[in-house]
Nanobody
Framework: QVQLVESGGGLVQAGGSLRLSCAAS????????MGWFRQAPGKEREFVAA????????LYADSVKGRFTISRDNAKNTVYLQMNSLKPEDTAVYYC????????????????????WGQGTQVTVSS
């Protein structure tokens, strides 16, 4: 498994932006798909975005498509989530996750495909 540490959460007004970061250590970062998930109060955790091991393909939840951008820097073992045009319904704890299968070709939003999780970072969007 890999150790993941998220940062960059905070309080922002609706329409604002935040950039989340997730630093990884413990295994070859560049071999694995990385994803972001979120969990709002009283709701189940849901998929947000995923990026391929080489950064060449992406997958987004419909709710964030066009507003959020996932990227990665394999030289820094870090994955990012740029969040623009934030809405109050984006309020949640955001989790970074690493896929458990190296060199996976098909991106997924299924939690069962991810074997390592960060501790989460809180994002609060005020109206």
């Amino acid at each position: 498994q890999v150790q993941l540490v998220e940062s960059g959460g905070g309080l922002v007004q609706a329409g604002g932006s935040l950039r989340l970061s997730c630093a990884a250590s413990g295994r070859t970062f560049s071999s694995y798909v990385m994803g972001w998930f979120r969990q709002a109060p009283g709701k189940e955790r849901e998929f947000v975005a995923a990026i391929s091991w080489n950064g060449g393909s992406w997958l987004y939840a419909d709710s964030v498509k066009g507003r959020f951008t996932i990227s990665r820097d394999n030289a820094k073992n870090t994955v990012y989530l740029q969040m623009n045009s934030l809405k109050p319904e984006d309020t949640a704890v955001y989790y970074c996750a690493s896929d458990g299968t190296p060199w996976r070709l098909l991106l997924t939003g299924y939690e069962r495909d991810y074997d390592s999780w960060g501790q989460g970072t809180q994002v609060t969007v005020s109206s």
